[in-house]
């Protein structure tokens, strides 16, 4: 708070403290990058957004009959050691989307990419054990 009460009282050109936030935007964008085609490549679809620093995904493909979107957070969790974020955790009552998750990537590369691999390892073993066929291959990081 105090950082972002010294950039307000000063103009962006004087005020040294922003100077970490001018490349923000530029990385998020390539960390959004990183993770959504791996994130595709696990037959998961990536909603459009931009400003963020997480992603939006459809999980359907993944969900287990009868299984909304705070059940299979925790079931991935546990099974492939990956914390994802239910969507419907924000809505307080109504039509909640049960289908979708918030992938987080404020990470560094490595962690991005360690728990895509998790994830690709564990829904590879899963769609086995359910007789799903998958073939999208991973691109590896």
């Known amino acids: 708070m105090h950082t972002a009460a010294l950039c307000v009282s000063f103009s ?20 959004r990058a990183l993770l959504e085609p791996r ?3 696990l037959g998961l679809k990536a909603l459009p957004a931009q400003g963020t620093y997480f992603l939006v995904a459809d999980v ?13 957070c925790k079931r991935l969790t546990v099974k492939a ?4 974020i239910p969507i419907s955790a924000f809505y ?5 989307p049960h289908n979708l998750v918030r992938f987080c990537f404020c990470k560094t590369d ?4 360690a728990a895509c691999d998790r994830l690709e390892a564990y829904l590879s073993q899963w769609r086995q054990q359910q007789g799903q ?3 999208d291959t991973v691109a590896k990081s």
């Open 12 to 31: 962006a050109s004087s005020c040294h403290c922003c100077n970490c936030y001018r490349g923000l935007g530029a990385e998020l964008q390539r960390k």
């Open 39 to 41: 994130i595709t490549a």
């Open 60 to 72: 359907s493909s993944i969900m287990q009959p009868g299984e909304d979107d705070v059940a299979l």
């Open 81 to 84: 050691g990956v914390t994802l």
């Open 92 to 96: 307080a009552s109504g039509n909640r």
């Open 110 to 113: 490595d962690k991005l990419c």
């Open 133 to 135: 066929p998958h073939n």
